[in-house]
């Protein structure tokens, strides 16, 4: 079965950097797009980016650009989410979820169990 | 970035109603457009894709619909297990981006 785990809880220090991990088993790692997705305490769900596991090939939204990196490393079927400079705003959760293609027109059908990350001096 | 508004951005209405939420576009899209569910303190799950297919598993009271820059998220006939927070999300692919609406929280009254 399609599975995305992810690491743990963090606390960060304003100013540092994050970098969140997101382990893929139960399907062809390469075949799917995997997204980012942030979400803040009681907001809503927020799209980071995305990566194709395959080539590397990345896409950030306008928002995040210059301080989000997205890498993978297809020897352990695994993307990283790096965020830099973090502040209080940036206390959230954040999910992978993969993206299924052409087979549900680019939705998001599995998801990671979400990555609670604090920023707090 | 395409931006995306739902309307309303919560509802609280009876069991065995008809809901429906809207979204919007801030420009044309495909039919890239998905519905998401978002039961409190749980992860999101997909609903509906390609605006109109329902994903496997999903009860037939939900359906979608729409086109251009206008999608409708109904559900038939309102269910306790329905209370969550419904986001709308869409893919722009000569952006190569996405976007989700603000959600819209549903209650049963």
């Known amino acids: 079965q399609v599975q995305l785990v992810q690491s743990g809880a963090e606390l960060k220090r304003p100013g540092a950097s994050l970098k969140v991990s997101c382990e893929a088993s139960?399907?062809?790692?390469?075949?799917?797009?995997l997204h980012w997705v942030r979400q803040a305490p009681g907001q809503g769900l927020e799209w980071m980016g995305w990566i194709d596991p395959n080539t590397g090939d990345t896409k950030y939204a306008q928002k995040f650009q210059g301080r989000v990196t997205m890498t993978r490393d297809t020897s352990i079927n695994a993307v990283y989410l790096g965020l830099t400079t973090l502040t209080s705003d940036d206390t959230a959760v954040f999910y992978c979820a993969r993206d299924c293609g052409r087979y549900c027109a680019s939705a998001s059908d599995y998801w990671g169990q979400g990555t609670l990350v604090t920023v707090s001096s | 970035d395409i931006q995306m508004t739902q309307s309303p951005s919560s509802l609280s209405a009876s069991v065995g109603d008809r809901v429906t939420i809207a979204c919007r576009a801030s420009?044309?899209?495909?039919?890239?457009l998905a519905w998401y569910q978002q039961k409190p303190g749980k992860l999101p799950t997909l609903l509906i894709y390609?605006?109109?297919t329902l994903q496997s598993g999903v009860p037939s009271r939900f359906s979608g619909s729409g086109s251009g820059t206008d999608f409708t998220l109904t559900i038939s006939s309102l269910q306790p297990e329905d209370v969550a927070t419904y986001y709308c999300q869409i893919y722009s692919s000569a952006l190569r981006t996405f976007a989700f609406g603000p959600g819209t929280k549903v209650d049963v009254k």
């Open positions: 390609g605006t109109s």
């Open positions: 139960g399907y062809t790692f390469t075949e799917y797009f």
């Open positions: 420009q044309v899209i495909s039919n890239f």
